[in-house]
DNA sequence: ATGGTCGCGCAGCGA
């Protein structure tokens, strides 16, 4: 490695439905895979109960911003976390459930969200999960700089277009995939954000989340609504990203798949 | 996907 330069990163995010159950599958990922960074969603832990010391044994730092029994989102990372933001910046109308982490991690900023489900179009879930998206870019108007190394990633509840999910007519007039939803992801990505696995890959049916129930993971029916969204110059230093499927198979998956992508040094 | 399963926590709700 030359001088003055920053390492390849390898960064990844995962929706594991409770870390308490899924900490056996995240210890064997995350020693096969070895993302620098590692966001996690749906943690659904206290910060007492999160397990920092497993992490610390594997080589990872951790910060951690729970509530109990819902939501929670982590940072799992061997290359620093610092400036940690636990949820909106302050200024911003609090979010009393834990759904935002914000932290640098080798020289990245880095925000692992948990956008909120909605529920149903029309319910005031569905309206809360519109003003959330709202005031994440205001969240970053205050953390992070669209022309410096930033990455927001996580589960944004939003399949971006009809290629996001299984059947777009099945899918018509629920959640995930309204108009407004979609408008509302696309002004989160004008601040500056690049859906880097859309640019890499345009086929359709690249899903990252598949229902437990019916079987849907093996019919193929499911959507991708987890999502890493890159600042413009980290973008264009993307080498690879891909679903890594394989972690929804075998025994107590999270009905989410990790999504992981490397990005070459600057400069 | 008309439901179907998980996780939480101990009934039934949210996803």
Known sequence: MCAGTVPTVRVATWNVNSLKARMPRVEEWLAQVGPDVLCLQETKSTDKAFPAMAFSSLGYESVHHGEGRWNGV?????????????????GIEPD?????????CGGVRVATVYVPNGRH???EQWHHKL???????AH???????TGDALVLGDFNVAPDDRDVWDPTACHGGTHVSPEERDALRSLCEWGLVDVFRRRHQEDRLFTWWDYRAGAFHKHLGMRIDLLLATA????????VLVDRNARKGSQ???????????????
């Open 121 to 123: 179009v029309g319910h």
């Open 233 to 240: 110059p980290l973008a264009d230093r993307l080498s690879w």
């Open 96 to 104: 009393p459930e834990a759904r935002l982490l914000t932290a640098t």
């Open 140 to 146: 970053l108007d205050a953390t992070a700089d669209p």
């Open 74 to 90: 982590a940072i799992v990372s061997r290359v620093g976390i610092d400036d940690v933001v636990d949820g909106f910046a302050p």
């Open 253 to 267: 998956p999270s009905d989410h798949a990790p999504l992981v992508a490397e990005f070459t040094p600057a400069g």
């Open 131 to 137: 003003g959330w998206m709202e005031r994440l870019r």
